[in-house]
């Protein structure tokens, strides 16, 4: 799948997960390297590795990185992801259950785009790109493309911008998003990406992102990088 040339400026959320390392690189080859940066927020989430991992990411990417605090998402708790005493669930969950996981933090997604739109506006970048996908098994409703669609107008309408929200992995299955990490250069930089639910390095392998992402990659006949580097030891 070829990716044609954009011109503009884009502003790349990057949480140092697979997906959003992956649309970084998507962005580079899309833009070009001069005209993509990177934002990472700090929303009080209990893994502080993966904040490393963005760091780090950025850095190999060679983009510039802005990380944004965003404390209150913590100070809500109730989640997984923020709050100490919640454990995340384990394994994928079944098509057929339509309750959100434990791991679903509410308005997370619409407030990092909010963040981000300001951000790419301040900048005057006309693009902002994140990883999220529809075909995630997660169920989040803030991952989805009426959802997206409904926040781009709304961000348009209330900054009086013309900002487009670019969501390249939305409609890809996890092995696909695995090929398009090799079709614009991001296998390298997956070697240091983060995803577990449980921050374990190496990877916890039980809970729901660790077999997602396993599971892409063994769709897609290839071997994450990120397991081969902790095997041995790098």
């Given at each position: 799948?070829?990716i044609?040339?954009?011109?503009?400026?884009?502003?790349v959320?990057?949480?140092?997960?697979?997906?959003?390392?992956t649309?970084?690189?998507?962005?580079i080859?899309?833009?070009?390297?001069?005209?993509?940066?990177?934002?990472?927020?700090?929303?009080?989430?209990?893994?502080?590795?993966?904040?490393?991992?963005?760091?780090?990411?950025?850095?190999?990417?060679?983009?510039?990185?802005?990380?944004?605090?965003?404390?209150?998402?913590?100070?809500?708790?109730?989640n997984?992801?923020?709050?100490?005493?919640?454990?995340?669930?384990?394994?994928?969950?079944?098509?057929?259950?339509?309750?959100?996981?434990?791991t679903?933090?509410?308005?997370?997604?619409?407030?990092?785009?909010?963040?981000?739109?300001?951000?790419a506006?301040?900048?005057?970048?006309?693009?902002?790109?994140?990883?999220?996908?529809?075909?995630?098994?997660?169920?989040?409703?803030?991952?989805?493309?009426?959802?997206?669609?409904?926040?781009?107008?709304?961000?348009?309408?209330?900054?009086?911008?013309?900002v487009?929200?670019?969501?390249?992995?939305?409609?890809?299955?996890?092995?696909?998003?695995?090929?398009?990490a090799?079709?614009?250069?991001?296998?390298?930089?997956?070697?240091?990406?983060?995803?577990?639910?449980?921050?374990?390095?190496p990877?916890?392998?039980?809970?729901?992102?660790?077999?997602?992402?396993?599971?892409?990659f063994?769709?897609?006949?290839?071997?994450?990088?990120?397991?081969?580097?902790?095997?041995?030891?790098?």
């Open positions: 799948m070829s044609p040339n954009q011109a503009g400026r884009a502003l959320v990057l949480s140092g997960g697979q997906d959003s390392t649309c970084l690189f998507w962005a080859q899309r833009f070009g390297r001069d005209a993509v940066e990177a934002v990472t927020f700090d929303y009080g989430q209990r893994h502080r590795v993966e904040l490393t991992a963005a760091r780090r990411i950025a850095k190999m990417a060679g983009v510039r990185q802005t990380v944004l605090p965003i404390d209150t998402f913590g100070v809500m708790g109730g997984a992801l923020t709050a100490q005493d919640i454990a995340p669930e384990e394994g994928a969950r079944d098509d057929a259950d339509k309750t959100l996981p434990n679903f933090v509410p308005g997370r997604n619409l407030v990092f785009l909010t963040f981000a739109a300001a951000l506006w301040q900048k005057g970048m006309e693009h902002v790109v994140t990883g999220v996908a529809q075909t995630d098994y997660s169920g989040y409703p803030d991952c989805r493309e009426n959802t997206l669609k409904a926040l781009e107008l709304a961000i348009r309408l209330g900054m009086d911008s013309r487009q929200l670019h969501a390249p992995l939305m409609f890809m299955s996890k092995a696909e998003t695995v090929h398009l090799e079709e614009v250069g991001a296998m390298e930089a997956l070697a240091y990406s983060h995803t577990c639910y449980n921050g374990a390095v990877p916890c392998g039980v809970c729901a992102s660790c077999e997602l992402r396993a599971k892409g063994a769709e897609a006949g290839v071997e994450d990088p990120l397991v081969v580097r902790t095997r041995t030891g790098a």
